[in-house]
């Protein structure tokens, strides 16, 4: 089993940055790759950024490409994600996921999923 742990949600005016980051503990040599996902108020789950374990060819939602950047740390076990120019939309609660193979941006395929960190935008 792999569990993970989101931090780093918050608070921030329209315009403002903050960085997420998802820990990795229990069987974490099965992860390929980490995600991040968001659900906002009424409406469904959606992708925003996956990542495989080099953190070679990092994929984006078009939504957040070019304002949001996944990285990770391996010797850390920690994939983290930097959001700037923060628009009062993107204001959800952020979800950190894993698989055991190739990232997709459907929901469906990711194996884990942590609670999730709430991130608000005001504008």
């Known amino acids: 089993q792999v569990q993970l742990v989101e931090s780093g949600g918050g608070l921030v005016q329209a315009g403002g940055s903050l960085r997420l980051s998802c820990a990795a503990s229990?069987?974490?040599?099965?992860?390929?790759?980490t995600a991040w996902f968001r659900q906002a108020p009424g409406k469904e789950r959606e992708f925003v950024a996956h990542?495989?374990?080099?953190?070679?060819?990092?994929y984006y939602a078009d939504s957040v490409k070019g304002r949001f950047t996944i990285s990770r740390e391996n010797a850390k076990n920690t994939v983290n994600l930097q959001m700037n120019s923060l628009k009062p939309e993107d204001t959800a609660v952020y979800y950190c996921?894993?698989?055991?193979?190739?990232?997709?941006?459907?929901?469906?395929?990711?194996?884990?999923w942590g609670k999730g960190t709430l991130v608000t935008v005001s504008s």
């Open positions: 990542i495989n374990w080099s953190g070679s060819n990092p």
């Open positions: 229990g069987r974490t040599f099965s992860i390929y790759s």
């Open positions: 996921a894993a698989r055991t193979t190739w990232g997709t941006p459907d929901t469906r395929y990711w194996d884990y």
